[in-house]
């Protein structure tokens, strides 16, 4: 796992040479914030689609989704005080306001290459964007059939397929296998 790690930090470091120097606590504490607000948003989304999911099917899980995603996000990014804030971002999104923005598109077609390439993520990515000022990344892996209903093979249901087109003519989020990179949450914490 050590030499993964490396792999990405070097990527990382080769694509983003930065010349803020980080001492290894601030790393840390970095982290620590980008874990805990990736969890809570995680938490809090997921808890609310699985919810949906039972109660109504792919169909209200879906209307949760687009009508309520983005203001959860929202409400976790207040949550976290003026020096956080955090976004989830994808290279295939269905909302375009979760296109990544400048760097971010960089690491994640960094993480996609190395899926592409059989090297296992990092559990997490720290870029130094500059004095003081970080973005912890926390990539989404497609790993629950749950997941697939809307960003798989959506021809498989036809009223789903239909509502996703119709509300996002230009989605980009489909077509997924099991495994996939799906995109990060990404967490910016003023330090």
Known sequence: MKKILLTTT???????????????EEIAAVKATGQKTAAALLKSLGGNL???LKSGG???AFGFCSDHAYTLTEVIDQS?????????ISLQY????????????????SLQTLQ????????????????????????????????????????KLPELAKAIRERYP??????????????????????
Not at 10 to 24: D, G, I, K, Q, V
Not at 94 to 109: F, T, Y
């Open 58 to 60: 792919p169909m209200e």
């Open 116 to 155: 592409a390439n059989g090297v296992v993520l990092p559990e997490d990515v720290v870029e130094v964007v500059g004095d003081g000022v970080y973005k912890y990344y926390k990539p989404l892996l497609i790993n629950k059939a749950a997941c697939l209903k809307c960003h798989g093979d959506i021809d």
């Open 80 to 88: 976290m005080g003026s020096d956080v804030s955090v976004k989830r």
């Open 50 to 52: 699985q919810k949906h």
């Open 170 to 191: 230009e989605d980009k989020a489909t077509g997924y296998r099991m495994n996939d990179l799906r995109g990060a949450v990404v967490v910016t914490v003023k330090h």
């Open 94 to 109: 269905r909302n375009p306001a979760n296109a990544p923005q400048g760097s971010e598109k960089a690491i994640l077609e």
């Open 10 to 24: 070097l990527l990382a470091t080769a694509l983003f040479a930065n010349p803020y120097e980080s001492t290894p």
